[in-house]
């Protein structure tokens, strides 16, 4: 839409040169001798431009009014300079009728056209409009089909870990069980005792990623009770903090006056945070650092901040993060961070990632807060 100050302007403009049109042909009317007729004859056609221009640029109204201004500029020259002469007269009448009657018919010719294309732009507008509108419905669509793909996917591990629950978590006991009994007989450094090892090692690798299938079951009912995040935060930090010194990697857990209170269920949550400070500790390599900070939303959300200082994730990586099985670690099963979106999630929460190559990964968990101790929401 035209700026009203321009249209003003270009209005102003068109205004002057249908004044200046008409002021030159007048004169050239009244300088010009009459016994140059034919000239006179040219001078008054020349009158039919600023009526056009003037009907084009302004409709019924402006080609009216153009019209009548000449007839009454033309008006004196027939009366005072043609005085007398009855034929020339009427011819002289007869066109000003005429200038008036063009006026008129494409003046409301051209409004009609200047409100159709009012009408076309109005269509085309609500068009686009309506073209925004379903193209945001469609990425909409595009979203939850692929939320729905993932929820049927958690739905399909949740029945095949049920099944594996009691097919495989009790044999691998007993073979494990086993295994210890055997290692028993002999001596560190025998070739078979370290068979046994490995053996015991797999086992466990293998019992992990059971339970790993376990927690993608159907979720019971969690016990929700008043949960203090630094608390929690400082049990990972606990659980953790071995394998950080093993992998040469520092954790730091920044604190704040301000302590958080949520309605949760301490152990999944623990379980949450535990999968992605391992994630991180996994990506960083020696003499990095893993930080986990804390900080208040004023919509009473509450943001634990888990960022590393790793080789960081590619951008078409970032979206296949979160699906079951995806990884990019060699002995990964791809299930830690599917499980923790999914406890986070059942905590009315979200899980957020942001990375960059070559400059580490921030995972980001929000939850909403119940209440603050020792300090105000900020």
Known sequence: ????????????????ILTGC????????????????YLHDIFQRLYYLPIILAAFWFGLRGGLCCSLIVSIVYAPHILFQWGGHLTMEMEKYMEIIIYNTVGGVTGLLSQREQERSVELEKTAKGLKESYQKLQHQSEQIIVIEEELRRAEKLSTLGEMAAVLAHEIRNPLGSIRGTAEILK???????PKYEFIEIQI?????????VEDFLHMAPPQQAAMQPCKIEQELDTIVTL?????????VSLVLLQKPVTVIINADGEKLRQAFLNIVINALQATPPGGNVTISTSVSENDFCDISFQDTGPGIEADKLEKIFEP????????????????????ESHNGKLLIESKPEHGATVTVRLPIQDTINGERV
């Open 1 to 16: 839409m035209a700026c009203p100050a321009i249209n003003m302007e270009k209005n102003i403009s068109q205004t002057l």
């Open 201 to 209: 090692k797999e086992t466990e690798r293998l019992n992990r990623v």
């Open 325 to 344: 099985f995806y990884t990019t670690k060699p002995e990964g099963t791809g299930l830690g961070l599917a499980i923790s979106k999914k406890i986070i």
């Open 22 to 37: 008409i002021v030159g042909i007048t004169l050239l009317h009244y300088l010009t001798p009459l016994h140059l007729h």
């Open 184 to 190: 028993d007989d002999y001596k560190p450094g025998d």
């Open 240 to 248: 953790v903090s071995n394998e950080a010194k093993d992998r040469k």
